[in-house]
């Protein structure tokens, strides 16, 4: 069903909140009040042609939410023009359930192009699954950007061997990528895009999309602080008069405590229990997390503030480090200046011990004394740190530091909640460790997300996805008295 953002999630006269109408069944959506005689039907041959439906005027767009909406994860917006259709992301859902987007299988063969915003699973993990099922088009994002999603893809397969996947999807698709440059515009047909930096990862980026006159900017995940190795999202000269931005920290009181108290705690955490001998254990996203994390490590470890013990990093983090050195020109001037013109490489440091393979994950659980081990999931869902958790998990020596976000229905999750007991690959693990949660997010707080708004000049309407209902309508109820704010619904159109 198409709505005009004026029938679409927004808010009425009297400030109340409304969802949009449901659809009957029959004909177009309606208020659930007193029943009005049904309109006799129109003979077959008075009814417009369903497809007179899909016609998009020259100068409009329309937005389709395959994922991403009222929820974390499966980011899948189509973006249609008037002879154009293109996909922006295409991700999954983690959980208890893995989840994906709602777009229909027989829809892929009509996209003209996809483009990634960066290489998250929740963001790119769903293009096996579009390769696989008729898409034959271009996948356009950042040099790293495509090199990463190769990795974290391969290495989600071999982990939860999704259905509906071609044993050659992999191998495909780099066949189809486009690689092109921040602030560089292209075409797909009749919309012009450009990719501007976002913050959040090596390579991630907002995506302007222009037709016409017509201009709508897609935040992607990002970021507006700096951090050890990227410079904050790109603020400047943005234009649009729609946006979609990312909601994960939008509520109340998602305001992120200074880096430097989060560290101070951080830190100190470690040092309490490397000093007694046990093993700190740092679930991480492979990508972005574990390398800020590291980073911070090391710096630490140099300056004295925490003690120097082996740093143990397992996983696809070492693929992905590799992928961020030899991509280093998209990171910070100062960390590129650091590796041209010292010897000092941060990427190579002497504390980071590589785990390659099951025999060295062995060596470094029987090695006695303390330790720092680096490795993935970040959710608990796969990976190298279920064994360390079989086998390091139940003794109070030990220590879980989650540093990223842990979505509901995940192991990570039960943990912050409490649990003495987990389900990883199906065995019942005991947890005796302690679990601490320190905020190194490369997500923008809710003070970030409203400096950005106010940044794009000519903005009138807002999609808010990506983040939870509740916080999302607390974000909405803040922004309605200047801008029209829908909370889009799955599957739903809107008309810009």
Known sequence: MERKLAD??????????????????????????????????????????????????????????????????????????KGTKILIDAGIKLGEVEEHPMIEDSMLKHIDAVVISHAHLDHC???????SNGFNGPIYSLKPTLELVNVIASDYLQISKPKGIKKDAIAKMPKHYKMVEYHEEF??????????????????????????????????????????????????????ATLITESTYSGKGDIFPSEKIVMAGFTE??????????????????????????????????????????????????????IYRHNVIYCKQELQKRILMSEDDPFKSPNFHPVEGRDDRQKVIKTEGAAIIVTTSGMLKGGPVIRYLEKLGDSYMNKL????????????????????????????????????????????????????????????????????????????????????????????????
């Open 187 to 240: 075409r797909v047909k009749d919309l012009a895009i450009k990719l501007v930096p976002a913050g959040h990862i090596l390579g991630s980026a907002m995506v302007e999309i222009r037709e016409g006159d017509n201009r709508l900017l897609y935040t992607g995940d990002i970021n507006l602080k700096g951090t050890k190795l990227l410079d904050p999202a790109y603020t400047e000269y943005l234009n649009a």
């Open 401 to 496: 530091i989650m540093v990223g976000y842990q979505a509901e229905g995940t192991p990570g999750r039960e943990l912050l909640n409490g649990a003495k007991e987990i389900s990883l690959d199906g065995k019942k693990v005991k947890i005796g460790l302690k679990v601490e949660a320190y905020h190194l997010s490369g997500h923008a707080d809710k003070a970030q997300l409203l400096r950005l708004i106010s940044s794009v000049k000519g903005l009138k309407n807002i999609f808010i996805v990506h983040g939870d209902e509740t916080k999302q309508k607390e974000f909405a109820e803040e922004l309605k008295n200047k801008y029209k704010v829908v909370l889009p619904l799955l599957k739903e159109h809107y008309e810009l």
């Open 269 to 322: 955490s470690i040092k309490e229990t490397l000093n007694k001998g046990g093993k700190v254990i740092i679930p991480s996203f492979a990508v972005g997390r574990a390398q800020e994390v590291l980073f911070l490590l090391d710096d630490h470890m140099r300056s004295g503030s925490i003690p120097k013990v082996p740093i143990f990093v397992d996983g696809m983090i070492n693929k992905a480090m590799r």
């Open 8 to 81: 679409t999630d927004e808010w009425d006269v009297e400030r109340t909140y409304m969802k949009p109408y449901q659809k009957t069944g029959r004909g177009e959506a309606r208020h659930r009040t007193a029943p009005r005689p049904r309109e006799p039907a129109k003979p077959r041959e008075e009814r417009r042609p369903k497809e007179a439906d899909e016609v998009i005027k020259e100068g409009k767009l329309r937005l389709t939410f395959y994922g991403a909406a009222r929820e974390v994860g499966r980011s899948c917006i189509m973006v249609e023009g």
């Open 125 to 131: 993990g769903y293009l096996p699954h579009v390769i």
